[in-house]
């Protein structure tokens, strides 16, 4: 094992196997397994799925607002592409699923708590795109343009799987940035 704590560990291998698998494509003993440790172990840092996967959707909020951070002093433009060719890295090319998508086509069956957190990543990543388009002149409505590019990243991370072509996904957003500017 790494110098990381076992509760750290975990929480990186769910990961690993919720973007490759999402998150009812594993179970607990396969994780556990995963990592060379018995499920009581496991238990002790997690007692359970849900609660696992509550941490691990504040773990991407930490991660997406740590990054943003990275980025700050890029122009707006560039910081939306650079999230995009990130996500582009992180999901398509990667064989990943996205952490928000994943989950919202089983919106129905899950549960309550992690709704919370879920929907507390989106209203992040929506809340930095229209601190974004703030200071960036288009032709439509900001919140438009916001909930457009969150729409048309979704669309073309699936199209870009489908045609095996990531850079789909950027080739797209530069098209629809260009086509709602000023």
């Known amino acids: 094992m790494s110098n990381l704590s076992t509760k750290t560990q975990v929480l990186h291998e769910a990961s690993r196997m919720v973007l490759a698998k999402g998150l009812n494509g594993f179970s607990l003993q396969e994780l556990a397994e995963s990592l060379n440790i ?48 990130k996500l582009q890295t992180w999901i398509c090319e990667k064989k990943r699923v996205c952490p928000v998508g994943a989950l919202s086509l089983e919106w129905h069956l899950v549960e309550p708590e992690l709704q919370i957190e879920i929907k507390n990543l989106h209203e992040l990543q929506k809340s930095w795109l229209a601190k974004q388009f703030k200071q960036i002149e288009v032709r439509i409505p900001k919140q ?28 797209n957003l530069k098209l629809y940035l260009k086509s709602i500017k000023k």
């Not at 590019?149 to 073309?156: P, R, V």
């Open 38 to 85: 018995k499920k009581a172990s496991l238990f002790h840092h997690y007692p359970s799925k849900k609660i696992l996967a509550i941490e691990l959707y504040r773990f991407y909020q930490e991660a997406f607002l740590s990054w943003t951070k990275k980025y700050e002093n890029l122009s707006p433009e560039k910081q939306i592409t650079n999230y995009v060719k």
């Open 144 to 171: 438009d343009a916001v909930i457009g590019t969150m729409a048309l990243i979704q669309g073309s991370i699936q199209l870009a799987r489908i045609n095996d072509d990531p850079e789909l996904v950027t080739q």
